[in-house]
């Protein structure tokens, strides 16, 4: 390890730093994207494509050798992320999917790392997520997530649910260096799995359908939005 963000790669490597060391770094990201539709839906000759969207991932982390054996430190990061956005979401085709959406976990990893001897060093992560989630797209009067909206012919875009929570997880990772010589060394690294649970949270519903004009359809459809 050269650097402070073994935290992340293989904690093993802490043991290889000297003193206490700090490492940050922000990055942004553009990501722009769009595909053609085919049949039967959304259909030859439809274009969709994203306005573009911009991410900054950020990390920090710092350790300190604590003995000739022992190490540690604590890593805050956010190596994953999601965020789609379209042009013009009030007429964009998979609006009953989602119109705009975002995911946005961070990692607080406090880590220690031991030399067991000459060759071989040993380290473990323990990773707490905090997680927010966005999600806003369009319901329609069949739409399959709204059973109880009553299904008309025609389409209706009846209004939005814009849906934004918080969740946390716990995870943890292992890592080993194994020094085989004074040029060569192997390391591996194992990350536990982990599920979100988002419970705390929110969701608006927007009702923005004009009108069918016959009064007892539209008591209907917005009593069942």
């Known amino acids: 390890a050269s650097d402070p963000s073994a935290i992340f790669y293989n904690p093993a490597g802490l043991t290889q730093l000297p003193g ?23 259909g030859y000759g439809v274009k969709e494509e994203s306005p573009g969207v911009v991410g900054t991932p950020v990390n920090l982390y710092a350790t ?3 003995s000739e054996r022992l190490a540690g430190g604590i890593g805050v990061y956010n190596p994953f992320g999601l965020k789609t ?3 013009d979401p009030d007429n ?10 975002s995911i946005t976990p961070f990692y607080i990893t406090p880590t220690l790392a031991c030399q067991v001897n000459d060759a071989l060093s040993l380290g473990a992560g323990l990773s707490i997520i905090t997680s927010k989630i966005h999600l806003n797209r369009e319901v329609g009067n069949s739409d399959p997530l709204y059973p109880q909206v009553p299904v008309l ?10 849906v934004k929570g ?13 020094k085989l010589s004074d040029d060569l060394a192997v ?14 949270g929110d969701a608006d519903f927007t009702y923005t359908f004009p009108g069918t004009g016959v009064a007892s359809v539209d008591q209907v459809l917005q009593g069942a939005f």
């Open 166 to 178: 918080n969740g946390s997880a716990v995870a943890f990772n292992l890592g080993a260096r194994l």
């Open 20 to 42: 206490t060391q700090l490492n940050g770094g922000l990055h942004l990201i553009r990501i722009k994207w769009q595909f053609a539709g085919v049949g039967p839906f959304p």
């Open 153 to 162: 012919p025609g389409a209706f875009d009846l209004g939005t649910v814009d």
């Open 85 to 87: 956005k379209w042009d």
């Open 64 to 66: 300190r050798r604590f």
């Open 92 to 101: 964009y085709t998979g609006r009953f999917v989602n119109r705009e959406a």
């Open 187 to 200: 390391g591996g690294v194992y990350r536990s799995g982990n599920d979100i649970d988002y419970k705390d």
